[in-house]
């Protein structure tokens, strides 16, 4: 999901610009040496797994999974998905080069509200809320970006406002989809390897029990 | 859909000889220059400068071929939506719909203009390996941070790729079929899930590795670029070009193709 060349005017790729370039420079200062290896490979897997085609009907979507990036790398999410776009852009020519900006700021900012929902989790106590969470984290990433896509074919003149009223009737059945997939990985990944998720909080009440062992005897030698 | 755009970036062509800094400078303007064009004989006229360029950089036709099929078939529904939708006067009903040929021009210019960006990407981007591609922006002021990451994130992706292929194997030989249901919804979720806990591990023995080889942040590379007289010469032919387009799109001798845009 993102829009071609040629379509938006130029004050709106502009804007787009900006916003990336201020952003991008914030949440890039936020990375430390270690993450820049780390953040680059798991970004190569959101964008091998963005090529998987999801049956819808007759139809088929691919995953954009730009909720699951914020779920999985929070405030890194933006710098990653800017990075997706831009090797998208080199490598297929989807969407191009001058709109570059806006399409992060669409996917990205999308990934940094889709973290932002993944955090109240901690405000609540359910069962299954990764999934739940993670599902609303999901539709969350797609919605805000369909709403910017929107925002910025309607900003960019009048006669485009059917157009977005499609392209956003378009975007429901793809947050639905969304909504599911990441539900489902948030729930795989708290069970499997929970600190793969972002924003987890150290486990002080729950550490494991062998880890205590560890330490106590390590305490006791110590003595 | 090629991934490795540089498949063929060893045919020698003038744009492979091209100086990969100032190839990527003066195009990256043109492409800019194309994207603002709003009137539809300077966009053909773009459009032919771009395929000229393109014909330049001795790529093959299928290679090029093969993904702008893609583009195509995406820019498609504009073709549709716009006449229909759009609020000018009404040229004759279709289907009970009104059809305006001003939505059409605008439809036709949006994908004239797309296709010839998405020609030139491939001039620029096509004609040198990926990684001196890298090199060359790093030198053109771009983010050293960034191009470290595109440099890794380009080479994972195939490994990546062939990770996914794997797995998608073994779940077909196990029996399942992609359906448009909840439970599909539930087994792509783990699917994606799994892919991200192998990267997780092996993106930690990829930063030990290269920390033991030395790394602190910086990457070295043997690329030196040199620049010389034709370099320059190629690329003021190609700015000359931009200019020209802007010059004439502005200068009203042609109707834009709608009003009250930009």
Avoid at chain 1, 30 to 50: E, G, H, M, N, R
Avoid at chain 2, 24 to 48: D, E, M, N, Q, R
Avoid at chain 2, 61 to 74: E, M, P, Q
Avoid at chain 2, 164 to 182: E, H, L, T, Y
Wanted: some cysteine.
């Amino acid at each position: 999901m993102h829009i071609s060349d040629g379509i938006l005017s130029a004050p709106v790729l502009t804007a787009g610009f900006i916003g990336t370039v201020a952003v991008a420079a914030y949440t890039l200062r936020k990375l430390d040496l270690d993450d820049i290896p780390k953040v680059s490979v798991i970004t190569s897997v959101f964008f091998v797994a963005s090529l998987i085609h999801v049956p819808i009907g007759f139809s088929s979507v691919h995953l954009i999974l730009n909720g699951l990036v914020g779920v999985v790398l929070g405030m890194r999410a933006f710098p990653a998905i800017m990075l997706g776009i831009i090797l998208q852009t080199i490598l297929f020519g989807h969407g191009g080069v001058t709109v570059i900006g806006v399409n992060t700021m669409m996917l990205g900012g999308g990934g940094l509200l889709a973290y932002g929902v993944w955090q109240l989790r901690h405000h609540v106590n359910i069962n299954k809320k990764e999934m739940i969470f993670g599902g609303l984290a999901g539709a969350t990433g797609i919605f805000s970006s369909g709403i910017v896509l929107a925002l910025s074919l309607v900003t960019t003149g009048e006669e485009f406002i059917a157009t977005a009223g499609y392209t956003l009737a378009a975007h429901i059945p793809v947050m639905i989809v969304e909504a599911l997939v990441v539900g489902a990985c948030a729930a795989f990944l708290a069970k499997v390897k929970p600190d793969a998720l972002a924003g987890q909080l150290p486990l002080t009440q729950k550490s494991s029990p062998v880890k205590e062992k560890a330490t106590a005897a390590n305490e006791e030698a110590s003595k | 859909m090629p991934l490795d755009i540089d498949r063929f970036a060893h045919v020698a062509s003038p744009l492979q000889r091209w100086d990969p800094r100032v190839k990527l400078f003066t195009l990256g303007i043109f492409v800019f220059s194309v994207a603002l064009i709003k009137t539809l004989p300077i966009a053909l006229l773009a459009f032919c400068t771009a395929v000229f360029i393109l014909r330049q950089s001795g790529l093959p036709y299928d290679f090029v071929a093969s993904s702008i099929k893609w583009i195509i078939f995406f820019l498609l529904p504009f073709f549709i939506i716009m006449p229909l939708s759009y609020p000018g006067e009404t040229a004759f009903e279709l289907i009970g719909l009104p059809f305006a040929w001003e939505g059409l021009q605008i439809a036709t210019l949006i994908f004239i203009k797309a296709v010839a960006i998405i020609l030139t990407t491939f001039s620029m981007f096509g004609t040198a390996r990926f990684d001196v591609s890298m090199i060359a922006l790093q030198h053109l002021k771009c983010p050293k941070i960034l191009i470290q990451m595109l440099l890794f994130t380009y080479r994972y992706t195939f490994v990546f790729i062939e990770e996914m292929r794997r797995m998608q194997i073994a779940m077909r030989a196990r029996g399942f079929v992609m359906k448009s249901n909840i439970k599909t919804m539930h087994v792509m979720g783990n699917f994606v899930g799994t892919l991200l806990v192998r990267s997780f591990e092996r993106s930690e023995r990829v930063y030990k590795a290269m920390l033991s080889k030395g790394y602190q942040g910086e990457l070295h590379s043997m690329v030196r670029f040199q620049s010389e007289r034709q370099d320059y010469i190629k690329s003021a032919l190609v700015l000359t070009a931009a200019g020209l387009i802007l010059t004439l799109d502005f200068s009203g001798l042609f109707l834009p193709a709608k009003q009250a845009w930009f």
